[in-house]
């Protein structure tokens, strides 16, 4: 089992034409739920 240190988490994985965000949320009985968003970098 994974010890909970932050609840919330945030990350980014930066490409050459986007980036895409993932939010991490753990509530307290100890269920994550995921939500990642993708954006186009214009150029």
């Known amino acids: ?23 991490r949320a753990t509530n307290k009985s100890g269920v994550t739920d995921y939500q990642t968003n993708n954006f186009q970098l214009l150029g």
């Open 1 to 23: 089992m994974i010890k909970i240190i932050y609840p919330i988490c945030l990350k980014f994985d930066a490409q050459i034409n986007f980036v895409d965000a993932t939010i």
